[in-house]
């Protein structure tokens, strides 16, 4: 019973991370990647020639090294730093509370389709174990 408690946490918790689909993500190009970060090296080298200055008062000058960057006070991009829903993964809200987590996360997270089906495979996961450890008469 302790082997199958072990490998049944082992599924709970690294399942989460066994999508592959972005694996395209993971190409390295270095003068795509130099073309790429050459706006944020232009912004570097203004701030550091003007100590002191922030990114309000770049905002209010309307300095045009902040055309393509995404505003760090915004709650938004706060979220994205988020694994799922309020801090939690959504494999864990379908795991542990069912349906119920994931209708939770089908309303935070603005029925993004990943966390979604990532709640759904939680659940799954959720209902089989309860089958399993039920039927081997665990109480």
Partial sequence: MKKFNLILLFVLFFAGM????????????????????QELNDLESFVSNNAGVTYTDMLMGGNSLLVNIENPLSPISNMSIAEGPLGIPSILW??????????????VSNEDKHEL?????????????SIVYYSRGGY
Avoid at 117 to 129: D, R
């Fill in 18 to 37: 066994l999508n592959a689909s972005n694996a395209d993500l993971f190409e390295y190009n270095p003068a795509s990647l130099n073309a790429e970060m």
């Fill in 117 to 129: 089906k990532m709640s759904l495979v939680g659940c799954l996961i959720g209902t089989a174990v």
């Fill in 94 to 107: 379908g795991c542990c509370l069912g349906l119920i987590g994931v209708l939770i996360v089908y309303i």
